[in-house]
DNA sequence: ATTTGGACGGTATCAGTGATACTGGCAGTG
DNA sequence: CACTGCCAGTATCACTGATACCGTCCAAAT
């Protein structure tokens, strides 16, 4: 394999030129494709030149996911509709889904391995983009867990339906799974009717102060005391 | 390391030594620990004697799969309930997970990678366990999906919920993540009305909670302290 | 403009990996 | 005893990730 002809450039312009060979190997041969000597070739670099920019393979391998990612990020360019959370949800958890599916190499990458945990800035930014739409989905009343859990159980039922959908057999694919995947993900997470009318923390306010009578978790001063800021938050919007 | 000295058995205990070498590094050590040289020496064997015995290092690796997964079913002995068919769905997912929880190393082997298919015969060996309960469950009319998806169902969101699990660090594991995955499963695959429950203050807690900034009826101190209680009241339900 | 410092690229090379060719002895068979 | 076929063991291959070393070139300092 001739080395690529392709000097010149600043440091930037190297680094980006030996992610987007990694990239490409990567997506088209596969992760065991992706050697130094081989992107360095593909890219025009010597293999030394690789851990100069990354002082690792591993690290060069996570530049290439958050590279990856970004890239799939911008070309769609996601904006959540204001007015339908649990539509925004559905939404998000197919975004996950998609990624999957168009970079099977490279999601196999980030999410196949365990040990590779939550620390990748990838895999952080794929979070980010869920906590925001949970937490909306709190506002709305919507959400029937807790919002760390419900995080957990989204990103679950993606990675289960990605990595399930990839080792079939292609022409044993039934999309009624990532469906299904979706719309349990669905139940699980939120509620079958909001449990708050209007939006804003008055009429969550209202609607904790009718259903504080069920509660266990607080004491009895404690709920005497919660009633009372209710009253106020109540009455501020 | 020295050699092992364990020379003399048969053809076929050579490579249960050789297996078991395999799988204790594997477990201890992680996968990058198992090499041809390190299995070797540790199973008192000549590095070429495992290419005799498998003819390659991935067939190594799926013995290995192989071994500890009939050492785990051989362990319990799985025998399901003749009465409860959903009930054996829900312990069918458990047995799953939990053979992912006790051998992560493993189970990242067999599941994390996508290209790893479907062939493999632990993973046949695996859900065939599975397609008898679904089966029972098509018997008893409990089925609300074909059977193939059904299977699907089950595995995704068992593998999801496994990765997901290992990939989180271990004081961020939260149990719940484990259930809801399952009983989320059990909606999808089952016509068991899930045990709906009502909405109680929880929800409305949340959503407070995600509303607190834009509140200005409490002070700083106020709210701080409104916060943690509604952070109770969210994890109550 | 000259000097000087240091950062960068290129060559050569290391240790360790999966995998294999070849030989010598060992068993079992006649 | 001779013969034959198989298998363990040695040596080695090509290739991997990673590094030491050196020369050059650019840029800042004087």
Redo the contacts between chains.
Sequence with gaps: METVDATGGGRELVRQRVIEAASDLLARE?RESVTTRAVASAAGVQPPAIYRHFGDMDELLEAVAEHGYAKFLAAKQVVPAPSDPVEDLRAGWDLAVEFGLEN?ALY?LM????????SSAAFQAGMQILIGRI??L????????????AA??I???????V???????ED?R?P??LT??R???V??VT???P??QG???AS??R??R???P?????SAS?TQL?GE?LD??S??G
Excluded: C, F, I
């Design positions: 596969g099977p196999a999410y196949g391995e365990p040990r590779r945990g939550t937490r909306r709190a506002a709305a009343g919507w959400l029937r867990v807790d919002e760390r859990l957990a159980l990103h679950a039922t993606a990675r289960g339906a990595l399930t959908w990839l080792s079939q057999p044993q039934d009624a799974l299904a995947m719309e349990s993900m139940v699980a509620n079958e009717k449990a708050v939006d804003g923390p969550a306010a609607a904790l009718a259903a504080l069920d509660q266990t978790a607080l404690e919660l800021w106020r938050l009455a501020d």
